[in-house]
């Protein structure tokens, strides 16, 4: 009996040391375990904090770069503004210049024709006097004419008539003045003789 007894007892502390060393390894899984998960958390938020810094100085940069997009945006603005503003100035002062010009070109549009219609209504009148000229100047010419020629006609019946009488006044003298040619001829001739000249050699 005894002997069966120590033999119990010692694989009963033979079991016991070997659940003892079980649980210590265990024991020391479960360390490493969490000394490693200590370890990567560490990292995890080393790695997180470095991000966030990283997420941080992006997020200046880009407002940052945010504030000055808004400055040059504003600027521009106010440039467009201004340019706007300058552009509209200069736009209502050049519809007034053309509106005055509009007006101005109306007026001496409208002087022209009023220019027009007054030299068409002289021109009219003077066409008219013209015709009434000629008209007259014609009627004058005609007229003019028919006097010369009924002048002519009493010229020529005056110039025959006088022709007449002067040739009937020829006939009537021409034998005293035959007789008288005859008369001084003979009384010339006398004379030659008289001082020894011969009116054949004359």
Not at 15 to 39: C, Y
Not at 68 to 90: I, N
Not at 174 to 192: G, T
């Amino acid at each position: 009996m005894p002997p069966k007894t120590k033999e119990k007892r010692m694989k009963a502390g033979a079991q016991k040391k070997k659940k003892n060393s079980g649980a210590d390894v265990e024991a020391e899984s479960m360390h490493r375990l969490a000394v490693l998960e200590k370890e990567l958390l560490r990292d995890q938020l080393a790695l997180r904090r470095d991000e966030a810094r990283r997420a941080k100085a992006s997020e200046d940069q880009l407002k940052q770069r945010l504030q000055g997009l808004k400055a040059e945006l504003e600027e521009a603005r106010s440039e467009g503004k201004a340019l706007y503003a300058e552009m509209s100035r200069q736009c209502r002062a050049l519809q007034e210049e053309m509106e005055t010009c509009s007006r101005q070109l109306e007026e001496e549009v409208r002087g022209l024709r009023e220019q027009l219609e007054m030299c068409q209504k002289e021109a009219e009148a003077a066409r008219g006097e013209a015709e009434q000229a000629l008209g007259e100047r014609d009627q004058s010419l005609a007229q003019l004419r028919a006097h010369e020629a009924d002048m002519e006609a009493k010229y020529e019946e005056i110039l025959h008539g006088s022709l007449d009488q002067l040739l009937a006044k020829l006939r009537a003298v021409k034998p005293q003045w035959d007789r008288d040619v005859l008369r001084l001829h003979a009384r010339h001739k006398e004379q030659l003789c008289q001082f020894g000249l011969n009116p054949l050699d004359l």
